[in-house]
Structures are given as structure tokens and as C-alpha cells.
């Protein structure tokens, strides 16, 4: 062999087996690193326990933190009332995460004459961006009195309300009763807003917001999901140690939004658990929930509005305005059901964990194929309840408290359309998800964390020809917050 | 005739001994904590191995990485957390001054310490606080060179009685608890502001009146165990040898009536008496609207 040659190959070798000496040392740093890794500092602050404690991995919620939250953000060891704390200290946390990311749609409309031959085209955008912004504040007004207000923004610092509600503790000295008055996220045991994955595709539970198309590309005309936070009462009872969770909530039909935006109508969302233990593998829960709400199929009064700016001209040169139509606030009528429910199971056989969730959707007939319920007005022929099924699988494998590797999959099947005429499969989606966090160091004052994350959504009839439609997406960020 | 020559190795071998025996003794080292430790609670076998990893999720911000209580929010908290390295612990089962039982470290995890940043942990499994117990014992060697104390014997609580009470009180001058605990249990005692922990630090005695949880537990026979054990690490020392079986109890059923915010058989059989009755509601101070929970 040619020495040179020889020696080439014994120098490329030799470089990389210290690139690979150097990766192992690295990843061996970021598993052996056990120093202990933080939550909502606010929290941590005032109690001076790691975020660790109260989370798994924040912001999603140990059994312990699940405790504390149920319990009224109470310890209960008389150190709970502010009075306790230093008077300068004030409960607030906000998080934010720049970011990088990627966004790819399969099949978006374009101008013609940017793709030749055709008005669709992938569409795929990448660059460095910022997330949201939120401000936390919440705790103990006194013992038994403890309230949340969290004004968020998106990326462009508009704000709004995303939660903010006050609660009695352990009313009568009891922790079966709970009164909680406002808006506030619903108590659904797989938290959406304690979410692991950040993404436009995987930001949220597909299955918490699901809604089948009336037609192709004609989605139902009203809005919910029980991923959002809603305005609402809500009585929640726990056994002492929190095995046992059982909650009802009576709410405004406005999926959250404030100003009474649609109707005079309400919903109910029920939810219930039980936790039990399996020798060493952990704390295993099982439950179920369920939300029958109404939704309006029309307005009493629409307001007509004329566009400001010119969208045309006419033949003699003179502008042309248009016109938008939108509900007038409050007036709608008509209401009808939905239904939505869903069973459980939390799984945990020691550092791994599943969630396992099957999910029934319902609509009535009206809203499934977006027809007003006028006095005396009939259903279209060949008009259903649209129904549907869902299954969500997210798996977690935490090496120790500061690394965690994340798993997703959700499905939705419609098992009956609209309309006898669509496509059984019209809407059908598939979700699925997988990214890693860690959280370089652990402490009772900030938290920090390197995330990265991919997710894709498949979903049949959703292009705008009514196509299976792919989105991907794909991130990595600086998850912060102090 | 003396043995001259037997007398003198004698001699040598009785100074040189014990001078090899102390040799050898300053010559070994230390006893060291043992690295695996198990913990047994009732059918349960706890494992250091997996209590290090809910250690160092849950508990080191305040105890520490090492388990000497020098967390980063120990600075922060105005009672120290437990020093797991010196291995003394309040609220045991066994008399003062030795190892407590795992079953009392366990129940300690699980109830948390009522008046201080310990919260309770019932929130994890059994299979973990097991597991964390074992965890501790391998901070300080003292679980290598002894082992717990013998559990002190509780007697069957007599029945309640107005005289039971009485003689309480009597007790609870008697031992002058009030210099400490003050005359109505508020812990303002003419003593209260002079004591301090092992740790140097200030420490209040137990106000009666704020709650029906002592540090130990809510039952009266935990109020039993604390005084007849003693708060290791505190001045509230142990009366087991001052203090009969059946006294005790008496002790505890008087004790009960100084929670005067709190429904008890004891205090409802106190009030019950005019006497009684006078002195409670003497005493009694409604809630403060403060939300702090705690009484002037």
C-alpha cells in the first residue's frame, strides 16, 4: 500500500476517533451531569424547592406538583400565606424561547405564475423567530384563597388574558371541596398547558381540538377545544394524598373568549381519576372525562361592515369597497350539542412513562353540516351527526431530572361524515412527534432548557383541493423563564 | 521465690498492650457510610440506589447535595434543613439520643413538618419515601456503627377524665413546660427567646394555640412520643425518666385542651366544667382574618 495513502487514511481514522471520543465525552457530560437541574420560579422562589420537585420535567407536573396545584399552590405547612413571605416578593414568572425553526407545508395555494402549470406547491420557510410571551403570577392570596393571572402575548407582544381566576381552598376544611371562579384551563389530566412540545403542529393535543369538515374544505362554523382554557365555574374534590381526583365544571360557550362572543349557551365538563401504585414501577392513574356543551348554528344579528381600502375599481374609475359580515356578539341562537369524551390511562414503569388516551367526538347534525336551526327550517338531505374517534399515545423516557426524551402519535378516524356524499375519511389525521429537552441546570430561581423538537400532521381532505395535506415542522429553541 | 524474669514480661506486656491496642485504634479509620443501604418498612424494602435518584430530584435544594443540609435555600429558610450527615433526628419512636426507626423516617417524608419548609411527600409513592429513607442512612456512618433504638412502649391510653386533665396541669407546672411553652402554650415562655437548635440557631417552642399538628404528628399518641423521646437536635428534652406512663397521658389530655381553636374530646370535656370553660374562653382568641393562620 502507498505510505502516504496509508498514512492518510491512518490520519482521517485518528480525526475520527477524536471526533468520536469527543462526541461520546459529550453525551456521556450530558447524561452523567445529575447536578441537580428548575418550574415555575415563582413557585420554586417562595418554597425554595427545585422545579424538580413540582415537575417531571417543566412545565409538565409531577404527582407531587399535581398535589401542591390541587391543593390551592399550597404546601400545607403553614407556610403557605404570604405573610410568610418577605413583603417585597411578588409571584412572577415569565417564559419565552427564541427559537429556529422550520415550517413545511406540503400542498399550499401560490400564484400561478410562481409554480408553472399550477396554483399549489410546497411551501416550506425556515429562519429564526421568537415564541410567545407569558407572564405568571399566582400563589396564595391567604390561607385557602389562591388565584392565577397570566397575561400572554404572541410574538408580536399583543396581549390577552390566557388564564386569570380566583379559588376557595378546602372549603369547610376539606379537600373535596374547591371552588374556582374565572378562566382557567379545564381539568383535563393530560395538561396542554403544561405541553412538552412547542412546535405549530405539535404546540397542542390534535385530539383536544379536533372538529370534523362539514364539507371538503369547509370547516364547522364554531370553535372549541378542550385544550383551551375556559370561562367557567369549577367544583374539584382530591383525597388528601391526591390518588383520587373528581371535578365538574359549569361553562360559558365561548371556548375562553372574553366579551360573550357567541351565545347564551353553556357546557359541562366532568372529570375523574384514580391513582394507584405498582410495586416499584410507580404511580399509575386511570380516568375519564367528558364535556356536552352547545354551540349556536346562527345569529340573530350580523353586522356588515365595508372594507376601508379599495378593492377594485369600477368601469368609470371609481372605487370599490367590500363588505365583511360577522356575528354580532351575543346573538346567537340555535344552539345544539357537542359531545366529547375520553378515557385514560397513565402509565409509569420507572424512568419511562406513557399516556394512553382514547377520545369520542360528537356533533349534532346541525352543526356537523353547518345549517341554521331557523323555526320551522329542516336538515339537508343526507345530513348527520358527524362522529368521530381519536387515540393519543405520548411516551417520555427521563434519563435523570434533567434529560427527558419525548414521544407522540395521535389519530383521528371520523367513523360517520356530515354528509352521506363526503369521502369517509374526509378529515382522518395523524399526528406524530418526537423531540428531546434538557435542562442544563436545576435551581429554585430560574429555568433554562435546550429543546428540539419535529412533528408532522397528515390530514385527509385538508389541502385546498381537498387532498391529504402534510405540514412538518421542526424546531430548536432556548426554553427560559425566571 | 519470685520469677524475676516472668514479672518483668509481665510488666511489658501490660504497658506495651494496650499501648498497640490504642495504636492500632488510632490507626483505623474512621467509620465510613455505607454507599448501599436498605430501609424496611413493613413488607417494604427501600433502595439507596433508587432513593439517590428522587434525592436529587426532590430533596437537595434544601438538605444538599451531600445530605448536610448546606442546600442553595437553606440560607433562606429559618429553620434549618435536617443534617442527614449527623444523623439526629426529632421525631423518632426510640429514646432520645439513638437511631430512629426506618418506620419514623417514613412517616416523617410523608407527613412533612408542620411550621417549617418540609412539606409532605404523600404524594409519592410508598415504594419512594421507602426508597428515600434508605437513601438518607447513606449520608452519616452512625448507620454503620449502630443501629436504632428499641422503640419506646406506649400504654393504652387511659380514659379521658376531668381529674386526667387537672393532673395535666399540674404536670405542666410541675416540669415547668411553661418556661418555655408559656403559661397558655403559646410558646412565649420567659425561656422562649433564648433557645436554640443544634444548629445554633434560634428556635421557637410549640405554639399550642396556632394548630392540633405538633411536629411529630397529630394524634395524642404522637404528643405521647414527643416528650417521652424528646426533639432531638431541639431543648425539648425527653421526661421518660421523670414522667410515669400514665402521668404522660395526663400531660397529653391537658395539652389537647390549650388548643383552644380546635374541636377534641379533651377540650370539649374541659369546657364542659365550669372551670374549664372559664379559663378557655379567657384564653380563646378567634381567627385572625389575616390569612397568616397564626393567633396574637
Given at each position: 500500500?502507498?505510505?502516504?495513502?496509508?498514512?492518510?487514511?491512518?490520519?482521517?481514522?485518528?480525526?475520527?476517533?477524536?471526533?468520536?471520543?469527543?462526541?461520546?465525552?459529550?453525551?456521556?457530560?450530558?447524561?452523567?451531569?445529575?447536578?441537580?437541574?428548575?418550574?415555575?420560579?415563582?413557585?420554586?422562589?417562595?418554597?425554595?424547592?427545585?422545579?424538580s420537585?413540582?415537575?417531571?420535567?417543566?412545565?409538565m407536573?409531577?404527582?407531587?406538583?399535581?398535589?401542591?396545584?390541587?391543593?390551592?399552590?399550597?404546601?400545607g405547612?403553614?407556610?403557605?400565606?404570604?405573610?410568610?413571605?418577605?413583603?417585597?416578593?411578588?409571584?412572577?414568572?415569565?417564559?419565552?424561547?427564541?427559537?429556529?425553526?422550520?415550517e413545511?407545508?406540503?400542498?399550499?395555494?401560490?400564484?400561478?405564475?410562481?409554480?408553472?402549470?399550477?396554483?399549489?406547491?410546497?411551501?416550506?420557510?425556515?429562519?429564526?423567530?421568537?415564541s410567545?410571551?407569558?407572564?405568571?403570577?399566582?400563589?396564595?392570596?391567604?390561607?385557602?384563597?389562591?388565584?392565577?393571572?397570566?397575561?400572554s402575548?404572541?410574538?408580536?407582544?399583543?396581549?390577552?388574558?390566557?388564564?386569570?381566576?380566583?379559588?376557595?381552598?378546602?372549603v369547610?376544611?376539606?379537600?373535596?371541596?374547591?371552588?374556582?371562579?374565572?378562566?382557567f384551563?379545564?381539568?383535563?389530566?393530560?395538561?396542554?398547558?403544561?405541553?412538552?412540545?412547542?412546535?405549530?403542529?405539535?404546540?397542542?393535543?390534535?385530539?383536544?381540538?379536533?372538529?370534523?369538515?362539514?364539507?371538503?374544505?369547509?370547516?364547522?362554523?364554531?370553535?372549541?377545544?378542550?385544550?383551551?382554557?375556559?370561562?367557567?365555574?369549577?367544583?374539584?374534590?382530591?383525597?388528601?394524598?391526591?390518588?383520587?381526583?373528581?371535578?365538574?365544571?359549569?361553562?360559558?360557550?365561548?371556548?375562553?373568549?372574553?366579551?360573550?362572543?357567541?351565545?347564551?349557551?353553556?357546557?359541562?365538563?366532568?372529570?375523574?381519576?384514580?391513582?394507584?401504585e405498582?410495586?416499584?414501577?410507580?404511580?399509575?392513574?386511570?380516568?375519564?372525562?367528558?364535556?356536552?356543551?352547545?354551540?349556536?348554528?346562527?345569529?340573530?344579528?350580523?353586522?356588515?361592515t365595508?372594507?376601508?381600502?379599495?378593492?377594485?375599481?369600477?368601469?368609470?374609475?371609481?372605487?370599490?369597497?367590500?363588505t365583511?359580515?360577522?356575528?354580532?356578539?351575543?346573538?346567537?341562537?340555535?344552539?345544539?350539542?357537542?359531545?366529547?369524551?375520553?378515557?385514560?390511562?397513565?402509565?409509569?414503569?420507572?424512568?419511562?412513562?406513557?399516556?394512553?388516551?382514547y377520545?369520542?367526538?360528537?356533533?349534532?347534525?346541525?352543526?356537523?353540516?353547518?345549517?341554521?336551526?331557523?323555526?320551522?327550517?329542516?336538515?339537508?338531505?343526507?345530513?348527520?351527526?358527524?362522529?368521530?374517534?381519536?387515540?393519543?399515545?405520548?411516551?417520555?423516557?427521563?434519563?435523570?431530572?434533567?434529560?427527558?426524551?419525548?414521544?407522540?402519535?395521535?389519530?383521528?378516524?371520523?367513523?360517520?361524515?356530515?354528509?352521506?356524499?363526503?369521502?369517509?375519511?374526509?378529515?382522518?389525521?395523524?399526528?406524530?412527534t418526537?423531540?428531546?429537552r434538557?435542562?442544563?441546570?436545576?435551581?429554585?430561581?430560574?429555568?433554562?432548557?435546550?429543546?428540539?423538537?419535529?412533528?408532522?400532521?397528515?390530514?385527509?381532505?385538508?389541502?385546498?383541493?381537498?387532498?391529504?395535506?402534510?405540514?412538518?415542522?421542526?424546531?430548536?429553541?432556548?426554553?427560559?423563564?425566571? | 521465690?519470685?520469677?524475676?524474669?516472668?514479672?518483668?514480661?509481665?510488666?511489658?506486656?501490660?504497658l506495651?498492650?494496650?499501648?498497640?491496642?490504642?495504636?492500632?485504634?488510632?490507626?483505623?479509620?474512621?467509620?465510613?457510610?455505607?454507599k448501599?443501604?436498605e430501609?424496611?418498612?413493613?413488607?417494604?424494602?427501600?433502595?439507596?440506589?433508587?432513593?439517590?435518584?428522587?434525592?436529587?430530584?426532590y430533596c437537595?435544594?434544601?438538605?444538599?447535595?451531600?445530605?448536610?443540609?448546606?442546600?442553595e435555600?437553606?440560607?433562606?429558610?429559618?429553620?434549618?434543613?435536617r443534617?442527614?450527615?449527623?444523623a439526629?433526628?426529632?421525631?423518632?419512636?426510640?429514646?432520645?439520643?439513638?437511631?430512629?426507626?426506618?418506620?419514623?423516617?417514613?412517616?416523617?417524608?410523608?407527613r412533612?413538618?408542620?411550621?417549617?419548609?418540609?412539606?409532605?411527600?404523600?404524594?409519592?409513592?410508598?415504594?419512594?419515601?421507602?426508597d428515600?429513607?434508605a437513601?438518607?442512612?447513606?449520608?452519616?456512618?452512625?448507620?454503620?456503627?449502630?443501629?436504632?433504638?428499641?422503640?419506646?412502649?406506649?400504654?393504652?391510653?387511659?380514659?379521658?377524665?376531668?381529674?386526667?386533665?387537672?393532673?395535666?396541669?399540674?404536670?405542666?407546672?410541675?416540669?415547668?413546660?411553661?418556661?418555655?411553652?408559656?403559661?397558655?402554650?403559646?410558646?412565649?415562655?420567659?425561656?422562649?427567646?433564648?433557645?436554640?437548635?443544634?444548629?445554633?440557631?434560634?428556635?421557637?417552642?410549640?405554639?399550642?394555640?396556632?394548630?392540633?399538628?405538633?411536629?411529630?404528628?397529630?394524634?395524642?399518641?404522637?404528643?405521647?412520643?414527643?416528650?417521652?423521646?424528646?426533639?432531638?437536635?431541639?431543648?425539648?428534652?425527653?421526661?421518660?425518666?421523670?414522667?410515669?406512663?400514665?402521668?404522660?397521658?395526663?400531660?397529653?389530655?391537658?395539652?389537647?385542651?390549650?388548643?383552644?381553636?380546635?374541636?377534641?374530646?379533651?377540650?370539649?370535656?374541659?369546657?364542659?366544667?365550669?372551670?374549664?370553660?372559664?379559663?378557655?374562653?379567657?384564653?380563646?382568641?378567634?381567627?385572625?382574618?389575616?390569612?397568616?393562620?397564626?393567633?396574637?
Open positions: 500500500m502507498d505510505r502516504s495513502r496509508s498514512k492518510d487514511i491512518r490520519s482521517s481514522l485518528a480525526r475520527a476517533g477524536k471526533v468520536l471520543l469527543y462526541s461520546v465525552v459529550l453525551v456521556a457530560i450530558l447524561l452523567i451531569d445529575t447536578r441537580p437541574a428548575s418550574a415555575l420560579p415563582a413557585f420554586a422562589r417562595k418554597y425554595g424547592m427545585p422545579c420537585s413540582c415537575h417531571e420535567a417543566w412545565p407536573l409531577s404527582p407531587f406538583g399535581q398535589r401542591f396545584k390541587d391543593n390551592g399552590y399550597q404546601m405547612n403553614d407556610r403557605d400565606a404570604p405573610i410568610f413571605q418577605q413583603a417585597a416578593y411578588w409571584p412572577v414568572t415569565f417564559r419565552i424561547t427564541p427559537i429556529w425553526h422550520r413545511s407545508t406540503s400542498q399550499a395555494s401560490v400564484d400561478t405564475a410562481t409554480v408553472p402549470g399550477g396554483g399549489l406547491a410546497k411551501i416550506t420557510t425556515q429562519g429564526f423567530d421568537l410567545g410571551l407569558d407572564f405568571h403570577t399566582g400563589g396564595t392570596l391567604a390561607n385557602n384563597f389562591s388565584f392565577y393571572v397570566l397575561p402575548s404572541d410574538n408580536t407582544a399583543s396581549f390577552h388574558f390566557e388564564s386569570v381566576w380566583a379559588r376557595l381552598d378546602n369547610f376544611g376539606t379537600p373535596w371541596i374547591n371552588i374556582k371562579l374565572g378562566k384551563e379545564l381539568d383535563n389530566l393530560l395538561s396542554e398547558k403544561r405541553i412538552l412540545t412547542l412546535t405549530n403542529v405539535a404546540g397542542v393535543y390534535e385530539n383536544y381540538h379536533f372538529q370534523p369538515f362539514s364539507a371538503p374544505g369547509v370547516p364547522e362554523n364554531y370553535t372549541f377545544g378542550i385544550g383551551d382554557n375556559q370561562l367557567g365555574l369549577e367544583w374539584l374534590g382530591h383525597s388528601a394524598d391526591d390518588r383520587t381526583r373528581v371535578s365538574a365544571a359549569l361553562l360559558s360557550a365561548s371556548d375562553g373568549t372574553v366579551g360573550l362572543p357567541t351565545s347564551r349557551g353553556y357546557g359541562g365538563f366532568f372529570a375523574a381519576s384514580r391513582a394507584f405498582i410495586g416499584s414501577l410507580g404511580l399509575q392513574r386511570v380516568g375519564g372525562f367528558a364535556y356536552v356543551g352547545q354551540e349556536p348554528t346562527y345569529y340573530q344579528y350580523n353586522l356588515t365595508t372594507t376601508t381600502t379599495p378593492i377594485g375599481v369600477t368601469a368609470t374609475g371609481g372605487p370599490v369597497y367590500g365583511t359580515t360577522t356575528p354580532y356578539a351575543g346573538t346567537g341562537i340555535g344552539n345544539k350539542l357537542i359531545e366529547r369524551y375520553g378515557l385514560l390511562g397513565m402509565w409509569y414503569i420507572k424512568k419511562f412513562d406513557i399516556t394512553t388516551i377520545f369520542h367526538g360528537h356533533d349534532n347534525a346541525w352543526l356537523g353540516t353547518d345549517t341554521a336551526a331557523l323555526p320551522g327550517a329542516v336538515l339537508p338531505a343526507g345530513a348527520h351527526a358527524p362522529s368521530w374517534n381519536g387515540a393519543l399515545f405520548e411516551s417520555h423516557y427521563m434519563f435523570n431530572p434533567q434529560i427527558i426524551l419525548i414521544n407522540r402519535f395521535e389519530l383521528d378516524r371520523m367513523s360517520q361524515q356530515a354528509f352521506s356524499s363526503n369521502p369517509s375519511n374526509l378529515g382522518n389525521a395523524n399526528v406524530l418526537f423531540g428531546a434538557y435542562y442544563p441546570f436545576i435551581s429554585s430561581r430560574a429555568g433554562f432548557a435546550y429543546h428540539a423538537e419535529y412533528a408532522i400532521i397528515w390530514q385527509k381532505g385538508a389541502s385546498p383541493v381537498f387532498t391529504p395535506l402534510a405540514t412538518s415542522s421542526l424546531l430548536f429553541g432556548f426554553d427560559f423563564d425566571f | 521465690m519470685l520469677n524475676i524474669k516472668k514479672i518483668c514480661l509481665n510488666v511489658a506486656v501490660a506495651i498492650l494496650p499501648t498497640a491496642v490504642f495504636a492500632q485504634q488510632a490507626d483505623q479509620p474512621p467509620a465510613k457510610p455505607s448501599h443501604m430501609s424496611h418498612i413493613g413488607n417494604m424494602t427501600g433502595h439507596s440506589e433508587a432513593g439517590a435518584q428522587l434525592y436529587y430530584r437537595w435544594g434544601c438538605h444538599g447535595a451531600r445530605g448536610n443540609g448546606d442546600g435555600n437553606a440560607p433562606y429558610l429559618n429553620i434549618l434543613p443534617n442527614f450527615v449527623a439526629t433526628f426529632k421525631c423518632r419512636s426510640t429514646p432520645t439520643g439513638t437511631l430512629p426507626l426506618d418506620s419514623d423516617l417514613y412517616n416523617s417524608i410523608g412533612g413538618f408542620n411550621f417549617t419548609n418540609m412539606p409532605s411527600w404523600i404524594a409519592l409513592t410508598a415504594q419512594n419515601r421507602a428515600l429513607v437513601f438518607i442512612k447513606t449520608f452519616s456512618a452512625r448507620w454503620v456503627t449502630e443501629k436504632p433504638g428499641d422503640p419506646i412502649q406506649i400504654p393504652t391510653e387511659p380514659k379521658l377524665t376531668v381529674e386526667s386533665i387537672k393532673h395535666g396541669g399540674e404536670l405542666f407546672q410541675k416540669l415547668e413546660c411553661w418556661k418555655c411553652h408559656g403559661q397558655e402554650g403559646r410558646g412565649d415562655g420567659p425561656s422562649a427567646s433564648t433557645l436554640t437548635d443544634s444548629n445554633d440557631q434560634p428556635i421557637r417552642p410549640y405554639n399550642f394555640t396556632s394548630d392540633n399538628r405538633s411536629k411529630c404528628g397529630r394524634t395524642n399518641a404522637d404528643l405521647y412520643k414527643i416528650f417521652m423521646t424528646g426533639l432531638d437536635g431541639t431543648p425539648m428534652p425527653s421526661f421518660a425518666d421523670v414522667v410515669k406512663p400514665e402521668e404522660a397521658w395526663d400531660l397529653v389530655h391537658y395539652l389537647r385542651t390549650l388548643q383552644y381553636n380546635n374541636k377534641s374530646p379533651e377540650l370539649a370535656l374541659w369546657i364542659s366544667t365550669p372551670e374549664g370553660k372559664a379559663i378557655v374562653e379567657a384564653k380563646r382568641v378567634e381567627n385572625t382574618n389575616t390569612g397568616s393562620g397564626v393567633k396574637p
